[in-house]
């Protein structure tokens, strides 16, 4: 295993040690090995004990949803064959049939010479509803909320556009980063409405830059 693998394997697990709301878990794919790592959230999304199975490519495609499969292969093979990040939405099928709707956000691993080696992410499972993480992060911010409401539907807005997803759906991706990075809600959606001057006009890479975007827009808040 190489340094920078290294680096990602001690990152992935203090991510499993730190409390993320329990339908997003971590992953992180190798160019070079075409090797997958899954945190213990994303084994047990697909049904899996962790370290139950080793993540492939093949398996990832096995529990694809037939009508999202062929979608999926292409995207990884662009993925390896661009040095894209793995970022999509699509459905995958769980050890039982459960059908899972997910939202992958993902940035690319640079190596020391800024080549990309990698990409790593995270799984939003939005089956479901509100869990109870997220639920209590919602209740802790409902007076910022009132008071923010105008700039937090705005970047709801944007996610919703950039997604294809709901509107509970974008809130609950925007909690999710204000959890993970320490950052208050109103600030997240504030950093990324501020930043959008970054994303290229579309069709060229938009998503993979929103995607950018919004895993590291704590970074320019005024939060410490």
Not at 55 to 66: E, N, Y
Not at 92 to 102: N, R, S, Y
Not at 150 to 158: D, G, H, L, P, R
Request: aromatic letters at 8%.
């Amino acid at each position: 295993m190489t340094a920078l693998e290294s680096d990602a394997a001690d990152q992935c697990e203090r991510d499993h040690h730190q409390a993320h709301p329990a339908l997003v878990g971590a992953f992180t794919f190798w160019f070079a090995t075409q090797r997958w790592e899954w945190s213990a959230e994303v084994y047990r999304m697909h049904g899996y004990t962790p370290g139950q199975v080793e993540p492939t490519t093949d398996l990832l495609l096995a529990h694809k949803h037939p009508a999202d499969r062929d979608i999926v292969a292409d995207l990884i093979a662009r993925t390896l064959a661009e040095g894209e990040p793995f970022s999509s939405r699509h459905r995958f099928l769980d050890t039982t049939g459960q059908v899972h709707t997910v939202m992958v956000i993902a940035d690319r691993v640079l190596d020391d010479h800024g080549e990309p080696v990698g990409t790593t992410g995270y799984y939003l499972d939005l089956t479901e509803t509100v869990d109870a993480a997220t639920n209590a992060a919602v209740t802790e911010v409902v007076s910022e909320l009132v008071q923010s409401r105008a700039v937090i539907e705005q970047a709801k807005s944007v996610l919703m556009c950039m997604y294809g997803i709901a509107a509970e759906q974008a809130f609950k991706v925007l909690v999710w980063r204000s959890q993970e990075t320490n950052v208050k809600l109103r600030d997240i959606a504030a950093a990324v409405l501020a930043s959008l001057t970054m994303v290229p006009a579309p069709p060229a890479g938009t998503i993979t830059a929103f995607d950018h975007l919004l895993l590291t827009c704590h970074e320019r808040t005024d939060q410490q």
